[in-house]
């Protein structure tokens, strides 16, 4: 998609802040000297069986995206794919309501939307959001010396696929996992923007070594990753130990092809963790070094209690380098 963008002649506008020139989630848009509109519209297929849970998931993952920027969501539309003549109404009415309740949680309004008939649900948002242009974040603001903060755990991908291959209990998944899924980004990075962050990203399709390595190219810099210390949910490795994947893993793997240099031992199956697609992922967050822990300790203490230090930045050509 990057590539047809690039290749379509957009005649230039100063007011636009955020195109299609970087990777960032959203694009920015200057209406005056102290307000921007952030858009972005996303969608995904259903995770999970649970129609409820499948709107929760689908609305905070279109609404991270407004987060990652430092914006704050004001406006939400639905965008629906629905079988309506293969499934029951009601189960589109539980997506909307899941979807609704997490725009309000988000303190932004619903206001329609558009469907269509497709053979598979489908389910997201457009957003739209503001954000004071002096406190736009990008994903490439990381310095050299910064520490990076990861606000949620990964491992969602092969755990939804362990699900449906029956390698695991879907009770497990929604008493572990969802909560976790469905929550909003929003107290993680209004929590960060009391520091002096210099860039941030939301860790979903691409994984957490795909997202790391679109931050060290935008920042020019070279990402350090604790494999050590990455925040895993339950039961993600041992998926990936009993044969689980996913769809996105070896496409992940590609991307970041002679970008990634692994810097200590792992099994196979352990290195897929670092591909892992993530849906309704964390915050990816550099902040510098000498406010890294107060800021962990903060987002800890307001209830982003997976929040952990997983990594550095250092100058370098851009790359992943995994220790």
Known sequence: MSGILASLTVPADP????????????????????????ATVDFITPPVDDPYWFGQIAAANS??????????????????????KQLDLGILKEILRGGNDKVIEAGAVMAGG??????????????????DPERLVLNAGARAGDVLILT??????????AVRSGKMAYA???????????????????????F?????????????????????????????????SLPVYGGALDMYDKGETTGSNKANREVV??????????????EELLFDPQTSGGLLLA??????????????????VHACKIGTVEPGRPEIVVA
């Open 63 to 84: 609404i991270s995206d407004i987060y990652s920027m430092g914006g704050r969501p004001i406006l939400a539309l639905n965008v629906v794919m629905f079988p309506s």
């Open 172 to 194: 497990e998944l929604e008493r572990e996992v969802l909560p976790t899924v469905a929550s909003l980004n929003r107290v993680a990075i209004e929590t960060a923007l009391e």
């Open 15 to 38: 007011n636009l802040l955020v195109g299609t020139e970087t990777h960032d989630d959203a694009a920015v848009y200057r209406l005056n000297p102290q307000t921007a509109l952030v």
């Open 114 to 131: 558009h469907s269509v008939d497709d053979e598979e649900p489908k389910y997201g948002l457009c957003v739209n959001g503001i954000v």
């Open 257 to 270: 092809e002679g970008f990634l240099s692994l810097k200590r031992s792992l099994p196979p199956t352990h």
């Open 287 to 304: 902040v510098p070094a000498d406010q890294a822990d107060r800021l962990l300790a903060l987002l800890q203490q307001r209830g982003v």
């Open 196 to 228: 002096d962050l210099h860039a941030c990203t939301d860790i979903t399709g691409f994984g957490i070594a795909g997202h790391a390595l679109e931050m060290a190219k935008g920042s020019s810099c070279r990402i350090n990753l604790s494999y050590g």
């Open 152 to 161: 949620k755990p990964i491992g969602t991908g092969v755990l939804f696929n």
